[in-house]
């Protein structure tokens, strides 16, 4: 829970800062370190989604700008290598001739 610090050791450390600090201060300082790492933990996650938003609004810019060229060339090279059609007119022969 406290990562390396067993429960001795923070018996002994809580002892050490109750005789330090005496009993009246220590709830004060035990609130206003809980204040701070509050604070901190809410100025990091609005860095973290702050981050995550650019990173994301740059993704979107670098797919729009590789995607509208390719859209743009390849709509060019079609109607540049496109010739006119010079085949002749389709008739129906289907239907009876009448002379």
Same mark, same amino acid.
């Given at each position: 829970?406290? /990562?390396p ?9 809580? /002892?050490? +800062? ?11 300082? &035990?609130?206003?370190? &809980? #204040?701070?790492? /509050?604070?901190f #933990?809410? +100025?990091t ?24 060229? +390719?859209? &743009?060339? %390849?709509?060019?090279?079609?109607? +540049?290598? %496109?010739?006119? %059609? ?7 022969? %289907? ?5």
């Amino acid at each position: 829970m406290f /990562g390396p610090l067993g429960f001795q050791e923070l018996l002994l450390i809580l /002892g050490i +800062a109750l005789l330090i600090f005496g009993p009246r201060k220590l709830p004060e300082i &035990g609130r206003t370190i &809980g #204040r701070g790492m /509050g604070e901190f #933990r809410r +100025a990091t996650n609005e860095l973290k989604r702050t981050i995550e938003h650019e990173v994301d609004v740059e993704d979107r810019h670098q797919h729009n700008q590789t995607a509208l060229p +390719a859209k &743009g060339s %390849s709509a060019s090279s079609q109607t +540049a290598t %496109s010739e006119p %059609s010079t085949t002749s007119p389709v008739t129906d022969d %289907s239907s009876p001739e009448t002379t």
